[in-house]
């Protein structure tokens, strides 16, 4: 199970080779045998999944295939409402939310033939960056035990490293799709804000949150946002703007690619071994064509801030009944987020939206004049020790969460697409990782780059040593 | 709901933040020119 690809395993079961409860008996058969110290499961629905493999495996006998995941098992982030099973989005109320319809990402990814294994363990409320959870267990991270799996998306990031699915999708309002996918050495893409529908989605902060795909490869992740990606009426904020065929221009390579790194902002304070890894991935993508050049990004800080103000105001508004009716059911880093918000007037909320307009425009304007993509790193440091982070006081712990997300925040303002992947493993044998930026709406791009370094580097091929 | 330090240290540089770059906004700049923003500045080729 653990060399399976979605690509690989879709051509396989389409081949006969092997079918889609075969495939799914052995997903749930390695969760039940690791999941029990990984965490990555809020919610396994093994009959659940088992009924659909056997419902697709009669369909595929009788000539019919739903599409290019025909029998692949996956697994969502637990903030995905899926009518039949329990949404927590990480609290300590099983049914903490449900929605009228099911989350939109999951439908499309159901009706092109993927199986539900269940829902995947994340940070309370998906509030934090390192995928601590008191009321479900701390994820843990299959590169390196007691190391952060990276959060919110931590089950989603643990889920797909260990081979417990094929597949994951995450949600992504500070990081918290990239930052998993760091620490646990897949691939992870947050979209364009408005190019994959929220609808069906626990929100944090409908201006910052996006969802996207997490997978082992470029390709599966690329395949995945193919089937997820669209209008939906459903989500007033997704684009009308058509789909790009991901796939196609996978193999294209990167020839006269213009890629900028940031001279400042990215590198400072920067871990050494990450950015040597990040600087040797530059290097791969100038051997495979891409022109290299340095440039100076308008101040990122500003973002993460005017960010900050917007997530924290309405994530305060989205959860204000739990916080005042329930605290003592939240974790006091959470919930002390949550009360931030509370504070900030609605002068200051509004007048952070405005500027964040502003921001957004001046910085595609200044960066992607002259370049078609982005480099950077995605952590500050390899994933830490998760009872080192998450030790101290509440004010302590939240400084460190800024840091180990200031890197990925600004992105999330700028509503861009960033996606990150592997480039190595530190001397400890934690993922190293960088992202790759693009314009509005131009995933083809930042995939096309991907695939291209993946092929070249193979830091893909590396499994965890597990059971 | 009492504040720590660290909360109000927090929220006085958020607002120090907003006064000091919100200031020259224009009457036009308003948080639906993210969205126009986002999709005026796409690939003029269409690759989204």
């Known amino acids: 199970m653990t060399d399976w690809t979605i690509a690989s395993l879709s051509a396989a079961i389409?081949?006969?080779?092997?079918?889609?409860?075969?495939?799914?008996?052995?997903?749930?058969?390695?969760?039940?045998?690791?999941?029990?110290?990984?965490?990555?499961?809020?919610?396994?629905?093994?009959?659940?999944?088992?009924?659909e493999a056997r419902a697709l495996d009669a369909e595929a006998a009788a000539g019919r295939w739903r599409g290019p995941l025909h029998g692949v098992p996956l697994a969502y982030?637990?903030?995905?409402?899926?009518?039949?099973?329990?949404?927590?989005?990480?609290?300590?109320?099983?049914?903490?939310?449900?929605?009228?319809?099911?989350?939109?990402?999951?439908?499309?990814?159901?009706?092109?033939?993927?199986?539900t294994l269940g829902k995947l363990n994340m940070t309370e409320l998906a509030l934090g960056p390192f995928g601590d959870n008191a009321h479900h267990g701390h994820a843990q991270n299959p590169w390196g035990p007691g190391h952060a799996t990276g959060g919110s998306s931590s089950g989603s990031g643990v889920a797909v490293a260990a081979g417990l699915a094929l597949g994951a999708l995450g949600s992504d309002t500070g990081g918290s799709i990239r930052l998993p996918a760091a620490c646990c050495a897949i691939a992870g893409l947050k979209p364009t804000y408005g190019r994959v529908s929220r609808a069906g989605v626990m929100p944090l902060s409908w201006s910052n949150d996006h969802i996207g795909p997490m997978a082992r490869t470029v390709r599966d992740v690329a395949l995945m946002l193919g089937v997820i990606a669209g209008r939906d009426p459903l989500d007033a904020t997704s684009s009308h703007r058509p789909v790009a065929e991901y796939m196609a221009g996978l193999d294209q390579g990167i020839a006269g690619l213009r890629v900028a790194v940031p001279e400042n902002f990215f590198f400072q304070g920067l871990d050494a071994e990450m950015e040597g890894a990040v600087r040797r991935a530059l290097r791969v993508l100038e051997e495979l064509g891409a022109r290299v050049v340095e440039i100076r990004v308008p101040d990122p800080e500003i973002m993460n801030d005017v960010c900050n103000i917007i997530a924290r105001c309405e994530s305060a508004a989205v959860h204000a009944r739990l916080v005042r009716e329930r605290p003592e059911e939240i974790q006091p880093v959470v919930r002390a987020r949550l009360e931030l918000g509370f504070r900030i007037s609605a002068h200051d909320y509004l007048q952070a939206l405005r500027l964040r307009s502003r921001l957004t425009r001046t910085f595609i304007r200044e960066v992607f004049a002259d370049v078609d993509?982005?480099?950077?790193?995605?952590?500050?440091?390899?994933?830490?020790?998760?009872?080192?982070?998450?030790?101290?006081?509440?004010?302590?712990?939240?400084?460190?969460?800024?840091?180990?997300?200031?890197?990925?925040?600004?992105?999330?303002?700028?509503?861009?697409?960033?996606?990150?992947?592997?480039?190595?493993?530190?001397?400890?044998?934690?993922?190293?990782?960088?992202?790759?930026?693009?314009?509005?709406?131009?995933?083809?791009?930042?995939?096309?780059?991907?695939?291209?370094?993946?092929?070249?580097?193979?830091?893909?091929?590396?499994?965890?040593?597990?059971? | 709901m009492a504040e720590s330090k660290g909360q109000q240290a927090t929220l006085a540089r958020l607002a120090s933040v907003i006064e000091r770059a919100a200031g020259d906004l224009s009457l036009a700049e308003e948080p639906a020119r993210f969205i126009a923003a986002l999709e005026d500045e796409a690939d003029p080729e269409g690759a989204g």
Do not use: M
């Open chain 1, 14 to 51: 389409r081949e006969g080779k092997v079918s889609a409860v075969e495939a799914t008996t052995q997903c749930l058969e390695r969760a039940r045998r690791l999941d029990g110290r990984l965490r990555a499961f809020i919610t396994l629905d093994a009959e659940g999944a088992l009924s």
């Open chain 1, 77 to 115: 982030k637990d903030l995905c409402h899926i009518r039949g099973l329990p949404t927590s989005c990480g609290t300590k109320t099983a049914e903490y939310f449900s929605s009228e319809r099911d989350c939109t990402a999951v439908r499309r990814l159901r009706r092109a033939g993927a199986v």
């Open chain 1, 373 to 467: 993509a982005l480099v950077a790193p995605v952590i500050p440091e390899p994933a830490p020790l998760l009872a080192h982070v998450t030790a101290g006081a509440v004010d302590e712990i939240a400084e460190r969460q800024g840091r180990f997300s200031r890197l990925t925040r600004p992105f999330n303002g700028l509503g861009l697409p960033a996606f990150a992947l592997p480039c190595g493993f530190s001397r400890a044998g934690l993922p190293l990782a960088f992202q790759v930026v693009a314009r509005p709406f131009d995933e083809a791009t930042v995939l096309r780059a991907g695939s291209a370094y993946e092929r070249a580097a193979g830091w893909h091929e590396r499994r965890p040593e597990l059971p």
